[in-house]
């Protein structure tokens, strides 16, 4: 049982960077997996990045590599993603995910349903 709090979304040009944390409740947050979402409006949930619970592996989905990095402090029970060179298409709110099953594979962690917890989301809206 964990409860995840997303903040650091807001309103940014084109070009620009923004870093988004995620803070977990609780002392096992090193036992999950950590996920970040995004839905744009009228839009499905999309995978945007996973990490591993030591944060040794990482992986994104194609839009966003070279962009984008996920990391995690455990100490602090936190996870980043920091963007850069944010696009428009970008915009949407950004949630974050654990993932308790300790499974693997490209079509089970880009699943939303694979996560067990998320947290109520950021907005961040990328203008032009």
């Known amino acids: 049982q964990v409860q995840l709090v997303e903040s650091g979304g807001g309103l940014v040009q084109a070009g620009d960077p923004l870093r988004l944390s995620c803070a977990a409740s609780?002392?096992?947050?090193?036992?999950?997996?950590m996920g970040w979402f995004r839905q744009a409006p009228g839009k499905e949930r999309a995978f945007v990045a996973r990490i591993s619970r030591t944060g040794r592996t990482t992986y994104y989905v194609d839009s966003v590599k070279g962009r984008f990095t996920i990391s995690r402090d455990n100490a602090k029970n936190t996870v980043y993603l920091q963007m850069n060179s944010l696009k428009p298409e970008d915009t949407a709110v950004y949630y974050c995910?654990?993932?308790?099953?300790?499974?693997?594979?490209?079509?089970?962690?880009?699943?939303?349903?694979?996560?067990?917890?998320w947290g109520q989301g950021t907005q961040v809206t990328v203008s032009s």
């Open positions: 995910a654990a993932d308790s099953k300790q499974d693997s594979g490209k079509n089970y962690y880009t699943d939303p349903s694979s996560y067990d917890y």
């Open positions: 609780g002392r096992t947050f090193s036992s999950y997996a």
